[in-house]
């Protein structure tokens, strides 16, 4: 492997990138998760159980690997110690863990904040997973957030806590009609879960980058998706931190300049989670089969996805903004059995045809998915290829279209949950 390698997500998230960080992180000596909070959810089937991570990078099931999360991640402390906890219980060593002392803190009141404003919003929620994350991001940006390095001073901690905590206060029982938090509580809180902690939390920038002279392989575990970035997607149907590679360089602490690979996760078909446009979604009972073969239900929330046929102009537009390289494609298996799939190359708009994503949520919602139609293949036929050659003539045809459409290459091909069900076409 390349010294740094990038795994990003170019869908609406939910591609499957779990499972292809934790293949690639046997290549790897540290794993860096660089943005997002535990809304994100990545499943791993590993040792015969299957493990769902919110904040911990997927390396963490290997014995050998650092695990960064990085100055850029927001961290819901009571979440992160019910992970670690977890995971200890199944067995797994936290020991390679290191939290990094910049990252921001998900404090209760962004949580319940989250959820009045979703509230408030009514019919034009963003439909968001309700863990603070949009009003901890938006404190880090206004300049009021407290860190994880504040946990560990008590008097830092005091300090900023009182700034604004008479404003959050105010908001939550004059706008929300809310009880009032107690500063007592708060701060007995959160200097208990800096305690449990502080083994974990360091300059992590630091140690990344001294990993990185000492020549160690670094993956950088992108959470979320290119079409949830706050610039690059379907704002405001979006999230509040940058899952596309340049947000892995703010996020981790590393220079743009090391980023020497860039791989995309694709799902074979397109899902997306949350409120917002979404042009190839299928309401009929297409979408049904797909969402119950695919098993798409929230890792995070439990929600049904939307589901819908593989969008080429969403994937393209990620391969521009990413630069991606490789091609990582999920889940090729849940399409098995369905005769005849498709696959959206263009938006027609106005008489035009679009090939890249419009800002304009108002376009994406009304332009017409231009489809090319494929024949499909069995289950049979996926479930006993073990390399490329012996897929069946049609999933090759698919997985070759997409590589001409979007100009990078399908490297690897995910065939069934499983950590062996991974093909690799080079
Ligand atoms: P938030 O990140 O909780 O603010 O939610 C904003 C939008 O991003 C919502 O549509 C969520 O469903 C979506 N979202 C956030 N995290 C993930 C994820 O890990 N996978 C898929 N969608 C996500």
Redesign the pocket.
Known sequence: MQQIRAIVGTQ???EGKGKIVDFLAKEADVVVRAQ??N???HTVEAFGKVFKLHLIPSGILYKDKLNIIGNGVVIDPESLIQEIENLQKEGISTENLKISDRAHLVMPYHKIL?EEQERQRGEDS??????G??PAYTDKTERTNLRVCDMLDEEEFVQKLRNVYERKNVILTNVYHKIPMKFGELLEQFMRYGEILKPYITDTIKLLNDSIKAGKKVLLEG???TM?DLDYGTYP?????HPTVGGFCIGAGIAPKYIQEVVGVVKAYTT?????PFPTELLDKMGDIIREKGREY????G?PRRCGWLDLVVVRYAVLINGIDRIALTKLDTLSGIPKLKICTGYRYEGKVLELFPASLRVAMECEPVYEEFEGWSEEEIKSAKDYDSLPKNAKKYIEFIEKETGAKVWLIGTGPSREDIIVKE
């Open positions: 609406w998230g939910d997002g909070g809304n994100a959810g989250d963003l439909g968001t997973t309700k863990r994350i949009g959470a979320q998706a949830l149907y979006v999230t509040s931190s997306r989670v949350g409120k917002g929230g890792t995070t929330t929600r």
